[in-house]
């Protein structure tokens, strides 16, 4: 029930295309959803996070689309650019019993913009 | 921009040898986190510490593993008698408050621990 199930595994788009990402999570007590963006060698990097309150969310060519009744969600990569080249992971959190909160991320997309 | 940062980059060690990683959260902020990623795997959470005790762990976390905030600024991930299925990246990060809207979580570059 902590699972949060990503897909593709990989994904080649042309440069200007849309990259679609997709997650499914099973439990509904989590209330954050972000998204990562993760470079070799670096660390995961917020991209965008997006509250179950709303069912979309837009910065600048990254959308997150949010069906709470479906229990999913995906980003939405406009306009792709071979900079986005990278791995992005989903994530969704909720309030556990400390006093912070966990992420549990998904198994991550490989992102390849072809020039 | 304020960053996590990690020592060591990389480090081998042998089976059963004890391993501590080091991270110097953002100045600022109340909330540590140690998440590792096995290699070609996701990243997965340990353990989270806030005003100097554990908040929450995983189960990965087990009595191998301990954390630390020996002075203002450090924070330590203890590896007790490493195994092989150790071998990952360990991120450190940090919060200013809780990870939810409007407060970013961000992460160090990672130190990759190999044991052999």
């Known amino acids: 029930q902590q699972q949060v199930k990503q897909s593709p595994q990989s994904l080649i788009v042309q440069k200007g295309g849309i990259s679609i990402i997709n997650c499914a999570y099973e439990?509904?007590?989590?209330?954050?959803f972000p998204w990562y963006q993760q470079f070799p060698g670096k660390g995961p990097a917020l991209l965008i996070a997006?509250?179950?309150?709303?069912s979309e969310k837009k910065e600048g060519r990254f959308t997150i689309s949010f069906n709470k009744s479906a229990k999913q969600f995906s980003l939405h990569i406009m306009d792709s650019q071979p900079g986005d080249s990278a791995t992005y992971f989903c994530?969704?959190?909720?309030?556990?019993?400390?006093?912070?909160?966990?992420?549990?991320f998904g198994s991550g997309t490989q992102l390849t913009v072809l020039p | 921009e304020p960053e996590v940062t990690q020592t060591p980059s990389h480090q081998v060690t042998q089976m059963g040898q004890e391993v501590i990683l080091r991270c110097v959260p953002i100045?600022?902020?109340?909330?540590f986190y140690w998440y590792r990623q096995i290699l070609g795997q996701k990243v997965e959470f340990l353990v989270s510490?806030?005003?100097?005790?554990?908040?929450?762990k995983s189960e990965i976390f087990d009595d191998q593993f301990s954390v630390e905030r020996p002075d203002g600024s450090n924070f330590t991930l203890k590896i007790r008698s490493t195994k092989l299925e150790d071998s990952a990246m360990y991120f450190c990060?940090?919060?200013?408050?809780?990870?939810?809207?409007?407060?970013?979580?961000?992460f160090g570059e990672g130190s990759w621990l190999t044991v052999v």
């Open positions: 990060a940090s919060s200013r408050d809780r990870v939810d809207s409007g407060n970013t979580i961000y």
């Open positions: 439990n509904t007590a989590f209330d954050y």
């Open positions: 997006i509250r179950p309150d709303v």
């Open positions: 994530a969704a959190s909720m309030l556990g019993s400390g006093s912070a909160r966990q992420l549990t």
């Open positions: 100045s600022n902020h109340l909330y």
């Open positions: 510490f806030y005003n100097n005790e554990i908040s929450e």
